[in-house]
């Protein structure tokens, strides 16, 4: 799986936009960039994911680089219920459906985003 | 609620003993993960199934296995247990279309005396 690269830890005000960088120099051109939460003693939740356009939804925005060797999740007013570590993970696609076979998550450290009220 | 459910929540048990954590999947998804999260080496995946087949393995041990039911549930054996093994233990869902999202319930906390 290629590699990416976070901040360790980040910290933000309250009802402030927060970008949360992701370095994937090695991503290959049919790589997902997918992210993912984890709030304090809950197992990880979906947040977006995309594949070259920028993308949104109700919790956040994706923005990717034109090289796609960088990403950045922007959470446009912050909560401290968005406080959690971030995780962003590369995922390879499935030419052809086979049950999910390539469909594990492969985490990495994460980034601890900290919410200041 | 991710419609994935675990049990049980907590599990406190000695060293050598073996114990079983339960999965039930949210209805309709076909694929089940198991992931373990400890301190020292975060968020790892184990295996998955596929409606009832073992379809990828991870950093699973040996002393570890895990099998998927007919109704979809799944139960990870964890046997010979050491204090190592001292975990979160996560079960994660999917449907079959491509690129699908995973669902994490919500994780049993291993302790191993």
Known sequence: DAKTTQPNSMESNEEEPVHLPC???TISGTDYIHWYRQLPSQGPEYVIHGLTSNVN???ASLAIAEDRKSSTLILHRATLRDAAVYYCILRAPQLKYSGGSNYKLTFGKGTLLTVNP | DSGVTQTPKHLITATGQRVT???SPRSGDLSVYWYQQSLDQG???LIQYY???ER???NILERFSAQQFPDLHSELNLSSLELGDSALY???SSGSAYQETQYFGPGTRL???
């Open chain 1, 23 to 25: 370095n994937h120099s």
């Open chain 1, 57 to 59: 939804n109700r919790m």
């Open chain 2, 21 to 23: 954590l339960r999965c």
């Open chain 2, 43 to 45: 968020l790892q995946f």
């Open chain 2, 51 to 53: 409606n009832g087949e």
């Open chain 2, 56 to 58: 990828a393995k991870g």
């Open chain 2, 90 to 92: 996560f079960c994660a």
């Open chain 2, 111 to 113: 302790l191993v005396l």
